[in-house]
């Protein structure tokens, strides 16, 4: 069969993938310098390496796509390894038999997951950890960071051997690409922080840094007092012409509705569906389906042991005609399906095997040979991630309009990812792409301790109340009255936890510290604010009122005749108290009302469970909180839950503007009074604190009594002036009740989409930093650095306090059209002390 070319005469193979986007926006690589490949004297070209796209991004036209990183495109698995176990024996000649021998590799999610461990494979000797995205129940993080361009949530550091990251031989940090560097030099410092190094290795496919980027990571090695050395396969930078940003944006906007579906054509010899052949690998037992937990030499000999055997049940799979194959990864799963697709090429199992993964990161999709991403499969999550549902993404695995496609996939996923979700998605979308679709399940490797940690916390006899066994109430904590609530918290007021927001927001993205380990100042309304307040009570004490009732009867009907109240503190806890109240009023019940902590990444406090376990029917137990954002708090819970059996993981909330929980008092996104202030209007608590040198094991989360604040709360009379309009608004409660018992009110996740959709709108690219809602902006202008305000056009009062601190803060306030709530705060994106406005000046201090 004579090779398809092109208008210009060049075959499709030899057409650059980055040549589409350079012709059009001008952008050039310019090759450099980054040292020779092995058994080589030349370095391989950028354009051997990379290929260009293009993503809706308003900070950054362009988009570079490794050829060999076994991601975005299908490449030969030897190719793939090749590359990583290269980088690997680089590091090892640069280092020297005996510090390769004392050597740590920790590779970055998701695109590094695989790389990473290529280089330790090349390295020799060393063991490998890869951050991970996904919490596992009963493992505790040994660190992590944020990503300001992730597309997902915090990085997690989750060995098994808590000393692996503790010594002192060199420390090799592994991702795709080496830009500007932020990433790799924030982990860098919070790990050299916990634990001093003298040497440190950045290994990359690629290094594109500027001048100054360079000079920045000489300076840095300096002020660590470390040595710092950079490998990559090749060296170089990106030219962009002026005005680049405005034509990509323009391109995306022109072609972004065509690659909607651009799923590609159907294969001409595919009339139906192909059917789904399941294998389950006899992987060996207790050995790690990748890095997540550490990976170690020892394992290493294992899964080569194993791997003949594993190819052959593939190969049997195949049959005898497979034709050209694709074995597609999963996310960070990325190790496990090369070596696989590796052991099959070389064993000739095929006359083709390519080898790609599945990913996060959403990139246009332009069916051209000059373009490195020509065909999208669009797919829903199958892992229940923790950051909440969204889109995934298999590119140039369905066949293009000129080109070959796949006669069998090979989709290899770990035992938490085969859901039913996987067979109506992923699985769905690949069937009528290629004749055949062969799914290999590894067993996902939990650490045996997790596994009994676990098993215990399922077990009744092991429900031992933790060492505070009375809740903490008012007047002594708090300035609820004390049949109020029960505060399942420990007192932490004698401890200085504050710190200045502006470096708490930068503790907080470089990584360096979770939210949840300090607290932010707390603000000091001004007499105008204060106005505002009043204001704002006066004008929706009866919409509030309405909707505690409305939520308040939903739950006695549906969930429990005597249901026992536990608040997500602190903002749970007023909407908490004004239902006990509405019980109280309309029923005469004396409900138990507690407030718990729960911190996003790290979980609901599990020994605050246990202590409602202990006491209560864990059937009764309904989860309050003031309100839904984008719903990622819904799913922490959930997700937490699931260690603790009998508790109903579903929350309810006053207002759930992002359709994320059925039970709800409205779906309307409008001013909460309570949430435009910190602790004066919740019982004068901060928020909760989770550390570990102040939280036990046997302790329950922390929070602080503001005393001193006594003058300026407004608890009790925010509570006083809602409860005051229960009789004005029991009627229409009545008749909202019967109609919501009778509709349908399963959540549509509308919400998250959209915080998706503004995230890379907007070049976020952290759903993290995107705050959807009055509630949740207000606490963006309240606790973080924010970059701006985006405001429902011709939203009325309800934003009147958002306008007053967005202009206290130097914010600006941008009106959109479409936007599905009243208003969503950004955090600033790329912060640095003083850069939060959008201009990126430091905002004027009030």
Partial sequence: MPKQTTRKGKTIDEVWSGTWVADRLGVALHDGEAGPRPGTRL?????????????????????????????????????????????????????????????????????????????????GHAPYLHSTRRPV????????FEEAHSHATSHLLLPEDRELLAGEGPLVLVDDEFSTGNTVLNTIRDLHARHPRHHYVVVALVDMRSPADRDRLTAFAAELGARVDLIALASGTVSLPDG????????????????????????????????????????????????????????????????????AQLTAALGTQPGRVLVLGNEELMYAPLRLAKALEEAG???????????????????????????????????????????RYAYNVARPAHGTGFDTVVAVVDSAGDTPELHTGLLAALAPHTGRVVLAVVPSYVPPMASLASLLSRTPDHRQEPT????????????????????????????????????????????????????????????????LYRSALTASAARVARAVGTVTETVLA??????????????????????????????????PHYAVSIVRGRGIDANALRWLAAHHDPADVVFVDGWTGKGAITRELKAALAEFPGFDPEIVVLADPGSCVPTYGTREDFLIPSACLNSTVSGLISRTVLRSDLVGPDDFHGAKFYRELAGADVSVAFVDAVAARFDDVADAVGEEVKELLAADRTPTWEGWAAVERISEEYGIHDVNLVKPGVGETTRVLLRRVPWKILAQRGAGADLDHVRLLAEQRGVPVEEVDGLPYTCVGLIHPRFTRGATGADGKAVASK
């Avoid at 988009?63 to 495109?73: I, T």
């Avoid at 790609?356 to 499969?377: E, H, M, N, Q, W």
């Avoid at 602190?570 to 029923?587: E, F, K, Y």
Wanted: proline share 10%.
């Fill in 558 to 591: 549906e969930r429990s005749p005597s249901p026992v109240l536990v608040s997500l503190a602190r903002a749970g806890t007023p909407v908490g108290v004004l239902m006990r109240r509405w019980a109280s009023a309309r029923h005469g019940l004396d409900l």
């Fill in 349 to 391: 199992a095929a006359p083709e095997v390519r080898f790609s993964s599945t990913t996060r990161s959403p990139v246009l999709a332009v069916d051209d040979p000059g373009y490195a991403i020509r065909t999208r499969l669009v797919f829903p999550a199958h892992d229940a991630p923790a950051d909440g549902p969204g889109d």
């Fill in 244 to 311: 680049v940003l405005a034509k990509g944006q323009a391109l995306v906007e022109e072609y972004e509705p065509a690659a909607a579906g651009s799923c590609g054509p159907m294969p001409p010899t595919v009339s139906t569906p192909a059917p789904v052949l399941r294998v389950d690998l006899d992987w060996p037992h207790g050995l790690p389906d990748g890095g997540r937990h550490g990976f170690t030499p020892a394992h290493r000999r294992r899964l080569e042991a194993a791997l003949p055997a594993l190819a």
């Fill in 43 to 123: 370095s391989p070209r950028l354009n051997e390496l990379l290929g260009l796209a293009l993503r809706r991004n308003p900070k950054r036209a362009h988009l570079l796509v490794s050829q060999v990183l076994g991601k975005h495109v299908p490449q030969s698995p030897r190719t793939v390894y090749a590359a990583g176990y290269g980088l690997g024996e680089r590091v090892r000649a640069l280092l020297g038999e005996d510090a390769a021998a004392a050597a740590v590799v920790l590779g970055y999610a998701e695109t590094a997951t695989g790389l990473g461990h290529c280089v330790a494979d090349g390295l």
């Fill in 468 to 531: 505070m066994t009375e809740p903490l109430r008012g007047p002594a904590f708090s300035s609820y009255a004390p049949e109020d609530v029960g505060w399942l918290l420990q007192d932490l007021s004698g401890v200085r936890l504050e710190a200045p927001t502006e470096e708490r927001e930068e503790a907080i993205q470089a990584g360096g510290a979770h939210y949840a380990e300090s607290l932010p100042v707390e603000y000091q309304p001004s007499p105008e604010y204060q106005e």
């Fill in 137 to 144: 129940p009963g493992v505790a993080a040994a660190g992590g």
